[in-house]
């Protein structure tokens, strides 16, 4: 009677350490090959299958790019802080609020134009049936967003 009880209890604790031996080992497969966050373009190369000369003329035009964006980003901000210290003054003129407004808006659409412009120029970098897709994706997403910092 004692033996079938001890096979069992081997069993059981040889199935356990089966299971989270085997899901540990796939948790550090995935952490290892799935998420590289130290390349933040991976997710690019997966997604429209590039090949390594494909992804440094991406990464090229991707590097150039974020100086500008971060400078459209600064502008940005400094004319939201510039409008919420106009509001919060009691002397605010609707004449100057608004055209504190339009500037935030001229500042955000040249972001935006400037955006468009990078996409067109990556989606030109990739494969053409890549390129379109890539293009496609980004105009849905990006259109009406200011920056890259806040994707």
Not at 6 to 33: D, E, P, S, T
Not at 58 to 69: E, I, M, N, S, T
Request: proline share 5%; charged share 30%.
């Amino acid at each position: 009677m004692r033996r079938p009880l001890l096979i069992l209890a081997v069993m059981l604790l040889a199935g356990a350490a089966a299971f989270f031996g085997g899901q540990r080992l796939v948790a550090y497969w995935c952490a290892k090959h799935m998420a590289r966050p130290t390349d933040d373009l991976d997710w690019l190369r997966l997604e429209f299958r590039l090949n390594d000369a494909d992804l440094a003329r991406v990464r090229q035009l991707h590097d150039g790019y974020l100086p500008k964006c971060r400078e459209f980003c600064e502008r940005i901000d400094a004319r939201k802080r510039e409008l919420q210290t106009l509001l919060a003054s009691p002397t605010n003129a609707p004449a100057t609020v608004e055209q504190k407004l339009i500037e935030v808006g001229t500042v955000r659409a040249q972001c935006q134009a400037a955006m468009l412009q990078h996409f067109r120029e990556v989606s030109q970098v990739m494969p053409p049936e890549q390129g379109r897709r890539y293009l496609a994706r980004s105009e849905e997403r990006r259109v009406g967003k200011e920056c890259r910092s806040r994707w």
